[in-house]
C-alpha cells in the first residue's frame, strides 16, 4: 500500500514531548503513487494538513483537533550520488532520522553535520526547520531537495531556488509542502576527526541541554544577538514548574514533560515567560516550537 489512513491519532503518541490531543487521521504516504492519491484523501478527510515528522519540534494543543497529519514516509537510505577528492555528495529520504545521517557521514569521514549531532528529528523536518546548532546549519548543505506541494506536485528544487535562514526554510511554494528527500554537499574529511567532532558535540549537548527528557529542544528562537535560555534563567524561570510541565532545570529555554503535562500548562508557561522576559528586558520571544491547533 503506498498510501495508508488512520484515523483518530493520538498527538501525544507523536511527539517527543508526549502531549497533545487527537487528531482527525493520518495519512501515512511511502512512495510517489501514494502522493497522486495524497490530495483526494486530503479533500475527503477535510481538516487542516499538517505534514508530520518525528514531532520533536511540534506542540499540539490538547483535545479534538481539527488537523489530518501527512507523514512522509520516504525511508529511502542515505547513499553517495557524486564523489571526488574533496566532496561528497549524499542523498537521503526524508523519514530517515538525522542522528542516523550524522553517524552514517561521519563514519565515512564526511564533514558538514557533525555540529548537529544530537538533534532528534527527521531529515524532512531538519530541512523544514533548518536545523541548527553550534553555528552548523542543515540547509547550508543543501544542494538539491525533492519536494511535493498539492499544486506543484513533485519537484527538484536545486540550490538558489530556496531560501532559508534562522529556523526557517522557504521553498516559495504553496501549502502543505512536504520535503521528499534531501542532496547534500559535504567535506571530505579524516573519518576520526569527524567522529571525534561527532562525540565532542553530543557530550557539550548532554553537559548543557536535558537531552534524555521529554522536550521539544529550545521552546523560543533566540532573539538576535542574544540567548533566550539566558534571558528565561535571568528572570527565574529555570525549574519552574505548572502542573506536570516546567522550564527545565539544566537550560531554561526548554520545556520538560515530567510525565502528565498538557499542552495548556506548557502555553500558560510560555506566556508568562514571554510577558515577564518583554517587562523586565523589552525584548519579544517568539516561540520556536511550532504550535499546533
Ligand atoms: N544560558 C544560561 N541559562 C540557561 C541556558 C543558557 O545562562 O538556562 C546561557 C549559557 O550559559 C550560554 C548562553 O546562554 O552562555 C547560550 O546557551 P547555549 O549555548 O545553551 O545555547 P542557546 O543559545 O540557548 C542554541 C540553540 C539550540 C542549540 C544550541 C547550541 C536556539 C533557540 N537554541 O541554544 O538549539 O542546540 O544553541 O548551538 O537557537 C533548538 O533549536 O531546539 C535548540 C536546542
Same mark, same amino acid.
Given at each position: 500500500?503506498?498510501?495508508?489512513?488512520? @484515523?483518530?491519532?493520538?498527538?501525544?503518541?507523536?511527539?517527543?514531548?508526549?502531549?497533545?490531543?487527537?487528531?482527525?487521521?493520518? %495519512?501515512?504516504?511511502?512512495?510517489?503513487?501514494?502522493?497522486?492519491?495524497?490530495?483526494? =484523501?486530503?479533500?475527503?478527510?477535510?481538516? #487542516?494538513?499538517?505534514?508530520?515528522?518525528?514531532?520533536?519540534?511540534?506542540?499540539?494543543?490538547?483535545? @479534538?483537533?481539527?488537523?489530518?497529519?501527512?507523514?512522509?514516509?520516504?525511508?529511502? @537510505?542515505? !547513499?553517495?550520488?557524486?564523489?571526488?577528492?574533496?566532496?561528497?555528495?549524499?542523498?537521503?529520504?526524508?523519514?530517515?532520522?538525522?542522528?542516523?545521517?550524522?553517524?552514517? =557521514?561521519?563514519?565515512? /569521514? $564526511?564533514? /558538514?553535520?557533525?555540529?548537529?549531532?544530537?538533534?532528534? /528529528? #527527521?531529515?524532512?523536518?531538519?530541512?523544514?526547520?533548518?536545523?541548527?546548532? $553550534?553555528?552548523? !546549519?542543515?540547509?547550508?548543505?543543501?544542494?538539491?531537495?525533492?519536494?511535493?506541494?498539492?499544486? @506543484?506536485?513533485?519537484? #527538484?528544487?536545486?540550490?538558489?531556488?530556496?531560501? $532559508?535562514?534562522?529556523?526557517?526554510?522557504?521553498? /516559495?511554494?504553496?501549502?502543505?509542502?512536504?520535503? &521528499?528527500?534531501?542532496?547534500?554537499? &559535504?567535506?571530505?574529511?579524516?573519518?576520526?576527526?569527524?567522529?571525534?567532532?561527532?562525540? !565532542?558535540?553530543?557530550?557539550?549537548?548532554?553537559?548543557?541541554?536535558? %537531552?534524555?527528557? +521529554?522536550?521539544?529542544?529550545?521552546?523560543?528562537?533566540?532573539?538576535?544577538?542574544?540567548?533566550?535560555?539566558?534571558?528565561?534563567?535571568?528572570?527565574?524561570?529555570?525549574?519552574?514548574?505548572?502542573?506536570?510541565?516546567?522550564?527545565?532545570?539544566?537550560?531554561?529555554?526548554?520545556?520538560?514533560?515530567?510525565?502528565?503535562?498538557? =499542552? +495548556?500548562?506548557?502555553?500558560? &508557561?510560555?506566556?508568562?515567560?514571554?510577558?515577564?522576559?518583554?517587562? !523586565?528586558?523589552?525584548?519579544?520571544?517568539?516561540?520556536?516550537?511550532?504550535?499546533?491547533?
Amino acid at each position: 500500500m503506498s498510501l495508508t489512513i488512520h @484515523q483518530g491519532v493520538s498527538l501525544a503518541d507523536r511527539t517527543t514531548l508526549k502531549l497533545g490531543g487527537t487528531a482527525l487521521a493520518e %495519512v501515512v504516504v511511502r512512495d510517489r503513487d501514494g502522493l497522486r492519491e495524497l490530495p483526494d =484523501a486530503l479533500a475527503r478527510l477535510g481538516g #487542516t494538513p499538517v505534514v508530520w515528522g518525528w514531532g520533536s519540534n511540534l506542540l499540539p494543543k490538547d483535545g @479534538q483537533l481539527d488537523v489530518v497529519l501527512i507523514r512522509p514516509c520516504f525511508e529511502q @537510505q542515505p !547513499e553517495v550520488v557524486a564523489e571526488d577528492a574533496k566532496t561528497a555528495r549524499v542523498r537521503c529520504g526524508a523519514w530517515v532520522r538525522l542522528p542516523k545521517l550524522v553517524s552514517w =557521514a561521519a563514519r565515512r /569521514g $564526511y564533514r /558538514g553535520l557533525a555540529r548537529l549531532a544530537g538533534i532528534p /528529528g #527527521t531529515i524532512g523536518g531538519a530541512v523544514a526547520m533548518n536545523a541548527g546548532s $553550534y553555528g552548523g !546549519e542543515f540547509c547550508s548543505r543543501l544542494s538539491a531537495v525533492d519536494i511535493w506541494s498539492p499544486l @506543484q506536485r513533485v519537484q #527538484t528544487l536545486p540550490k538558489g531556488d530556496f531560501d $532559508y535562514a534562522y529556523r526557517r526554510f522557504n521553498p /516559495g511554494l504553496d501549502a502543505p509542502w512536504c520535503v &521528499l528527500s534531501a542532496e547534500l554537499e &559535504l567535506d571530505r574529511d579524516d573519518r576520526d576527526a569527524v567522529v571525534k567532532t561527532v562525540r !565532542e558535540t553530543l557530550l557539550q549537548k548532554k553537559s548543557t541541554q536535558p %537531552v534524555h527528557a +521529554a522536550t521539544a529542544g529550545c521552546v523560543f528562537k533566540n532573539p538576535e544577538g542574544m540567548s533566550a535560555g539566558r534571558l528565561l534563567d535571568a528572570c527565574g524561570f529555570k525549574g519552574k514548574r505548572l502542573g506536570g510541565m516546567g522550564f527545565s532545570d539544566l537550560h531554561a529555554n526548554f520545556l520538560v514533560n515530567y510525565g502528565n503535562g498538557t =499542552a +495548556a500548562q506548557a502555553l500558560e &508557561l510560555m506566556d508568562e515567560a514571554a510577558r515577564v522576559v518583554a517587562e !523586565e528586558y523589552g525584548t519579544r520571544l517568539e516561540p520556536e516550537v511550532k504550535i499546533v491547533g
